[in-house]
T-cell receptor, first 111, second 117 residues
Framework: DAKTTQPTSMDCAEGRAANLPCNHS???????VYWYRQIHSQGPQYIIH???NNETNEMASLIITEDRKSSTLILPHATLRDTAVYYC????????????FGAGTTVTVRA | NAGVMQNPRHLVRRRGQEARLRCSPM?????VYWYRQLPEEGLKFMVY????????ESGMPKERFSAEFPKEGPSILRIQQVVRGDSAAYFC???????????????FGPGTRLTVL
């Protein structure tokens, strides 16, 4: 029951912005968009989340389209340490603790 | 503030043996979640525990797997009579509370990589 669709992989040049797309065309009004990443051999790390407004924190920015059917995670200045698998997850606003990770996007940052 | 601790980081067992995986949540966290990641797959939810209570074990295999989170000490994920298909990375996450209407961030540990020979 894939709720999100992400590209399998993408490359990014070090120092450049990395734009990671995610489609969630069946998202409902009470569902948030969350992004996690998993660096090789580590546990997942929370990045950012949003409902309908764009969000920014120290790690990334999240742009959600007006119809909320897709979103883009932006890493403003990618570094080699940003190489990881990035997961886009939709979750209801109510307490749904079962994070459901799909295949994600494998992002490789190259020098 | 130490993060979520898991040990061992790597565990090798022969078929039929028992595997015990430990998870110490972050300080002040009373909610623990276990996830399993099979090779080349995403993480799958297994079980959610609070101190001394199993809240949701819907993702746990019906046999051989059990989990506990005692009043004192770490949470334990126990796999009896391991088989090769149990080889995976097992991740623990913790959160401080579950307040109605709000999502409480789950902080993940580094995982235990179980290899069954």
């Amino acid at each position: 029951d894939a709720k999100t669709t992400q590209p399998t992989s993408m490359d990014c040049a070090e120092g450049r912005a990395a734009n990671l797309p995610c489609n969630h065309s069946t998202i409902s009004g009470n569902e948030y968009v969350y992004w996690y990443r998993q660096i090789h051999s580590q546990g997942p790390q929370y990045i950012i989340h949003g409902l309908k407004n764009n969000e920014t924190n120290e790690m990334a920015s999240l742009i959600i389209t007006e119809d909320r059917k897709s979103s883009t995670l932006i890493l403003p200045h990618a570094t080699l340490r940003d190489t990881a698998v990035y997961y886009c997850i939709v979750r209801p606003r109510s307490n749904d603790y079962k994070l459901s990770f799909g295949a994600g996007t494998t992002v490789t940052v190259r020098a | 503030n130490a993060g979520v601790m898991q040990n061992p980081r790597h565990l090798v067992r022969r078929r039929g043996q028992e595997a015990r995986l430990r998870c110490s949540p972050m300080k002040g966290h009373s909610h623990v979640y276990w996830y399993r990641q099979l090779p080349e797959e995403g993480l799958k939810f297994m079980v959610y525990l609070q101190k001394e209570n199993i809240i949701d074990e819907s993702g746990m295999p019906k046999e051989r797997f059990s989990a506990e989170f005692p009043k004192e000490g770490p949470s334990i994920l126990r796999i009896q009579q391991v088989v090769r298909g149990d080889s995976a990375a097992y991740f623990c996450a913790s959160s401080p509370s579950r307040t109605s209407g709000y999502y409480n961030e789950q902080f993940f540990g580094p995982g235990t990589r179980l290899t069954v020979l």
